[in-house]
């Protein structure tokens, strides 16, 4: 049997792009683009199948929606301390938080969070409305239990579009209360919601202006749930780009986007003048 030394591919084709490999050999929080993955209801074998295959190509997973609570408790702290091995932040959905909110259960919210072992939150409004100061003091609270901090941006309501104006007054005030990233609401459907219209295209001009507005775009998370807002925002953006709310199963095929191993990026290679092998 060969040694798995002699089985390595050439190191060229790891990642023509030239950037992914050596930032993920390197410390998570790193400013390499980042995959957050959005979990609508794994069970324990394909969740471990999931990290087995993939986990080195994910920084974060969301339990989507309000689905935390409806996992038997072993299954989910199961699937908790396994994310938490492979290095991952993990996190229930932002509705859960907003439902907390609602039925006015948002201690209690924070007490299970941290008992269940989670070292994530994401704090939203796509569904309710927060004030400034709630909102504010949501993303401290998170803080302070000693969790990772993501926010939303956006409401989930079909024809919802993205103020950029209000976007970078949003994404400032979350980043100045300690909000690691802000998210780009797109939902799980990618259509008719935030950048993307109900055909899951975006407007170049739109994407730009919103880019433009915000500046700095290496503490935004852009949701591209569609493999073309994937190929786009990384033509826009380049491989090291945030992209949020993807499918469990579309991890790896992200990824070889990312480093230029698919035809959608084939131009994020380096570009050499190909040569005929003579036989």
Avoid at 167 to 175: K, R
Avoid at 248 to 255: D, G, I, R
Wanted: glycine share 10%.
């Amino acid at each position: 049997m060969r040694s798995i030394s002699q089985a390595s591919w050439p190191s060229a084709l790891n990642d023509p792009s030239g950037r992914r490999e050596v930032a993920q050999n390197a410390h998570r929080t790193t400013g390499r683009g980042k995959t957050m993955v959005i979990d609508k209801g794994l069970g324990r074998h394909a969740f471990s199948d999931l990290l087995e295959t993939a986990a080195g190509y994910i920084d974060c997973i969301k339990l989507g929606f309000g689905t935390a609570p409806l996992y038997p408790t072993d299954l989910l702290l199961s699937k908790i301390e396994l994310a938490k091995r492979c290095g991952l932040t993990i996190m229930p959905g932002g509705t859960l938080l907003e439902t907390a909110v609602q039925q006015e259960v948002v201690p209690a919210f924070f007490r299970t969070v941290c008992r269940l072992g989670f070292n994530g939150i994401e704090v939203s409004d796509g569904t309710i409305e927060l004030s400034r100061k709630l909102r504010t003091d949501l993303i401290k609270e998170g803080l302070s239990n000693g969790l990772d901090v993501v926010t939303e941006y956006g409401k989930k309501l079909s024809g919802s579009l993205v103020d950029a104006n209000e976007l970078v007054v949003t994404a400032e005030a979350d980043w100045q209360a300690g909000a690691a990233l802000v998210t780009i609401e797109a939902r799980e459907s990618g259509m008719n919601v935030g950048l993307f219209d109900r055909n899951g295209e975006c407007s170049q001009s739109v994407l730009e202006a919103v880019s433009h507005s915000l500046g700095d775009i290496s503490r935004i998370m852009w949701e591209t749930p569609l493999k073309q807002q994937q190929v786009l925002l990384l033509q826009t953006f380049g491989s090291e780009v945030n992209l949020g709310n993807i499918q469990p199963s579309e991890v790896m095929a992200l990824e070889t986007m990312r480093r230029g191993l698919r035809s959608d990026t084939f131009n994020f290679g380096a570009r050499v003048e190909p040569f005929i092998y003579m036989i």
